[in-house]
T-cell receptor, first 114, second 113 residues
Framework: AAGVIQSPRHLIKEKRETATLKCYPI?????VYWYQQGPGQDPQFLIS???????DKGSIPDRFSAQQFSDYHSELNMSSLELGDSALYFC?????????????FGPGTRLTVT | GNSVTQMEGPVTLSEEAFLTINCTYT??????LFWYVQYPGEGLQLLLK?????DKGSNKGFEATYRKETTSFHLEKGSVQVSDSAVYFC????????????FGTGTKLQVIP
């Protein structure tokens, strides 16, 4: 079965650079979620989109922005990168009308800021 | 808001020992409850889930029962293996459409031969 695809899987950037992470949800899923997991920490919710509109917002820095496109894929744009942005970034997708509302997680993008 | 509290690790067990990782939650309404496992350097894998009170989720010998009266979802396994060494996250998802997942802090399990 198709899963959530994230690209790139690994990314190395320098401080003050920008980064773009991409997420391709499971086909027909209408909702995308972004999470950030720092080293040794639990994943923290950043932002979500339902039918291309922002549906919820968590602890996402103002330097980050995200959007969901007409084909339902999503991109997380990160600017003025800081060392503390080094983390594993997960994308998850779900289908709102599905009764279990289960979120399916992608493999993550490991961002290292040097 | 929603929150999840799980027992702190690391937990070190000998192979074939019994495992319990405690998890309690605070949430309004009727959340869905999950256990995720994360192996070193890898992503999150859904281990098991329960969507309503008294449901028992099970997978790969792991079990957890949704206890609404005690707001708990403890993870158990009768006989752990070295390959079970990983970090285990208890999580909940609020009821309703596009609710985010709230994770506990994770419990690192190390199983020694």
């Amino acid at each position: 079965a198709a899963g959530v695809i994230q690209s790139p899987r690994h990314l190395i950037k320098e401080k003050r650079e920008t980064a773009t992470l991409k997420c391709y949800p499971i086909p027909r899923h209408d909702t995308v979620y972004w999470y950030q997991q720092g080293p040794g920490q639990d994943p923290q919710f950043l932002i979500s989109f339902y039918e291309k509109m922002q549906s919820d917002k968590g602890s996402i820095p103002d330097r980050f922005s995200a959007q969901q496109f007409s084909d339902y894929h999503s991109e997380l744009n990160m600017s003025s990168l800081e060392l503390g942005d080094s983390a594993l970034y997960f994308c998850a997708s779900s289908l709102v009308v599905q009764s279990s509302y289960e979120q399916y997680f992608g493999p993550g993008t490991r961002l290292t800021v040097t | 808001g929603n929150s999840v509290t799980q027992m702190e690790g690391p937990v070190t067990l000998s192979e074939e020992a019994f495992l319990t990782i405690n998890c309690t939650y605070t949430a309004t309404g009727y959340p869905s409850l999950f256990w995720y496992v994360q192996y070193p350097g890898e992503g999150l894998q859904l281990l098991l889930k329960a969507t309503k009170a008294d449901d028992k989720g099970s997978n790969k010998g792991f079990e957890a029962t949704y206890r609404k009266e005690t707001t708990s979802f403890h993870l158990e396994k009768g006989s752990v293996q070295v390959s079970d060494s990983a970090v285990y996250f208890c999580a909940l998802r609020g009821s309703g459409g596009y609710q985010k997942v709230t994770f506990g802090t994770g419990t690192k399990l190390q199983v020694i031969p």
